[in-house]
């Protein structure tokens, strides 16, 4: 099984790979089995309530796809938690989604009809969430193609079909995924800041994706052991370049210390 710990020290291969960016098209035929023929697991975001597939299944299906990803495949075989430039984790529902998700419930009609990214989904639950807050639109990115596939648009699908026809899906890295057409007025991203070397890359991304009034909230532990990377890190990126103003908005002490910033063009 998939073994993930930022908390006790994360198992990471290293690899150079970077895959490009590749829009994923859904089947809708293949995704009304879904319904009828999947046990799913569930989470309550206030009153909402959010299913999605089990990571258990969803390596199941992976393994059996005629086109599976293989880099998903081979950090099973290799008990890795991460092989970074090749499977970035999305298995894996993150504790700081729970947070992102539960505090955008009090940001009102923030998101009525706006555009929103989910970066780094891996299950969707953040743009989920945002769509059940009044989101027009949400696009959907994971580094993996595999992940986008076999979870995170079977997740959407299952907590609402219509809203497949407003959201576009995304796999590939960061630096090639900014390079794609449009900005965003709302950015969530949780848990993306946990390898430092990626840094550079998430800041221009914020930089080329985020609409001049458009408004980010990035959650993540405050620093992350045995991998290195930091909320004070990606901080300090921030700052040297001089392009966003943040501040935190909420933070929790209970376990692991865990924060969510807001950041927005100065």
Same mark, same amino acid.
């Given at each position: 099984?998939?073994?993930?710990?930022?908390?006790?020290?994360?198992?990471?291969?290293?690899? $150079?790979?970077?895959?490009?960016?590749?829009?994923?098209?859904?089947?809708?035929?293949?995704?009304?089995?879904?319904?009828?023929?999947?046990?799913?697991?569930?989470? +309550?975001?206030?009153?909402?309530?959010?299913?999605?597939?089990?990571?258990?299944?969803?390596?199941?299906?992976?393994?059996?796809?005629?086109?599976?990803?293989?880099?998903?495949?081979?950090?099973?075989?290799?008990?890795?938690?991460?092989?970074?430039?090749?499977?970035?984790?999305?298995?894996?529902?993150?504790?700081?989604?729970?947070?992102?998700?539960?505090?955008?419930?009090?940001?009102?009609?923030?998101?009525?009809?706006?555009?929103?990214?989910?970066?780094?989904?891996?299950?969707?639950?953040?743009?989920?969430?945002?769509?059940?807050?009044?989101?027009?639109?949400?696009?959907?990115?994971?580094?993996?193609?595999?992940?986008?596939?076999?979870?995170?648009?079977?997740?959407?699908?299952?907590?609402?079909?219509?809203?497949?026809?407003?959201?576009?899906?995304?796999?590939?890295?960061?630096?090639?995924?900014?390079? $794609?057409?449009?900005?965003?007025?709302?950015?969530?991203?949780?848990?993306?800041?946990?390898?430092?070397?990626?840094?550079?890359?998430?800041?221009?991304?914020?930089? +080329?994706?985020?609409?001049?009034?458009?408004?980010?909230?990035?959650?993540?532990?405050?620093?992350?052991?045995?991998?290195?990377?930091?909320?004070?890190?990606?901080?300090?990126?921030?700052?040297?370049?001089?392009?966003?103003?943040?501040?935190?908005?909420?933070?929790?002490?209970?376990?692991?210390?865990?924060?969510?910033?807001?950041? +927005?063009?100065?």
């Amino acid at each position: 099984m998939f073994r993930f710990g930022f908390n006790s020290g994360a198992h990471i291969q290293e690899t $150079t790979a970077c895959l490009p960016a590749k829009e994923i098209m859904f089947c809708s035929k293949e995704l009304e089995k879904l319904q009828s023929s999947l046990a799913t697991e569930e989470i +309550k975001v206030g009153d909402h309530s959010i299913c999605f597939l089990p990571s258990s299944l969803v390596l199941n299906n992976i393994v059996s796809d005629s086109d599976r990803d293989e880099s998903i495949v081979q950090a099973e075989t290799n008990h890795s938690d991460l092989t970074s430039g090749s499977y970035e984790g999305g298995l894996k529902v993150w504790e700081c989604t729970y947070d992102l998700s539960e505090f955008m419930l009090g940001l009102g009609s923030f998101l009525t009809g706006k555009c929103v990214l989910d970066l780094g989904c891996g299950s969707g639950i953040l743009g989920i969430t945002a769509y059940k807050l009044g989101a027009g639109t949400v696009h959907f990115q994971d580094y993996n193609e595999g992940v986008v596939k076999h979870f995170t648009i079977p997740n959407v699908y299952l907590n609402d079909p219509d809203h497949l026809e407003s959201s576009n899906f995304w796999a590939g890295d960061w630096v090639s995924f900014s390079d $794609t057409q449009g900005k965003y007025d709302v950015i969530l991203s949780s848990e993306t800041i946990y390898n430092p070397a990626n840094h550079g890359k998430l800041h221009d991304l914020f930089k +080329k994706k985020l609409k001049p009034d458009g408004t980010i909230f990035l959650a993540g532990k405050a620093y992350y052991f045995g991998v290195g990377g930091s909320m004070s890190q990606f901080q300090q990126v921030m700052d040297n370049e001089n392009l966003f103003s943040h501040h935190k908005v909420w933070s929790s002490d209970s376990g692991v210390k865990r924060e969510i910033l807001e950041i +927005k063009y100065k």
